[in-house]
């Protein structure tokens, strides 16, 4: 598709569960990035690639998260031993470059209920 | 860190009718962003601005960046029912030497159109 895809769309996981959110980025971005929305909230920054490099990964909660972008195309964010806090919208983005005027696309997100 | 205020938190109002809200900072911004997400996507950009007292229009919206570089608004005219959503202004984190997808989101504003 033309947009950014995530999978899966939703996703229920007992808690201490691992989970992965995979984010396909539009063809030839180069900047990725990963937020994560609170019910009620804006989205908040996690982490960003550029290309395979993480340059930033600030955001990230805990050492329970992880993200990786291999091949400087598809991303993964990993949850370990998921907690009930970890409920939330997870948003990927990608733009073709970082650089001011460059838009960022969002996907649809891939909504996570730990229980 | 940085935090964006939006104001109002929540808008009824009945089809037709003009909106505006707000977007207020304790730091200075070099760029502003409205996006409107809708229930189960992700945020959409509306408008970016880039330069202090600049006015941009996109249809039946604009925005202005304030003179302080620390407050935007946004303004609907005659809205219509898929008007209805959430609104967020953003900005990125600590401009300068920074991604510029790296961005910080206020809380929103829920639009509400009454047919």
């Known amino acids: 598709g033309a947009g950014v895809s995530q999978s899966p769309r939703y996703k229920v996981a007992k808690r201490g569960q691992d989970v992965a959110l995979r984010c396909d980025p539009i063809?030839?971005?180069?900047?990725l990035f990963w937020y994560q929305q609170a019910l009620g909230q804006g989205p908040e920054f996690l982490t960003y690639?550029?290309?395979?490099?993480?340059?930033?990964k600030s955001g990230l909660p805990s050492d329970r998260f992880f993200a990786e972008r291999p091949e400087g195309s598809v991303s993964t964010l990993k949850i370990q031993r998921t907690q009930q806090e970890d409920s939330a919208v997870y948003l990927c983005?990608?733009?073709?470059?970082?650089?001011?005027?460059?838009?960022?696309?969002f996907g649809e997100g891939s909504w996570l209920t730990v229980v | 860190g940085q935090q964006l205020n939006q104001s109002p938190q929540s808008m009824f109002i009945q089809e037709g009718e003009d909106v505006s809200m707000n977007c207020t900072s304790s730091?200075?911004?070099?760029?502003w962003l409205w996006y409107k997400q809708d229930p189960g996507e992700g945020p959409v950009l509306l408008i970016a601005?880039?330069?202090?007292?600049e006015l941009t229009s996109n249809g039946r919206l604009t925005a202005q960046f304030g003179i302080t570089r620390k407050d935007s608004f946004l303004n609907i005219s005659a809205s219509i029912p898929s008007d209805v959503g959430i609104y967020f202004c953003?900005?990125?984190?600590?401009?300068?030497?920074?991604?510029?997808?790296?961005?910080?989101f206020g809380q929103g504003t829920i639009l509400t159109v009454h047919p």
């Open positions: 983005a990608s733009s073709l470059s970082d650089f001011s005027g460059n838009t960022i696309y």
């Open positions: 063809s030839g971005h180069v900047s």
């Open positions: 690639f550029q290309n395979e490099a993480q340059l930033d």
């Open positions: 730091s200075i911004f070099n760029t």
């Open positions: 601005l880039y330069k202090a007292g």
């Open positions: 953003a900005g990125p984190i600590n401009a300068g030497g920074t991604s510029y997808g790296k961005l910080t």
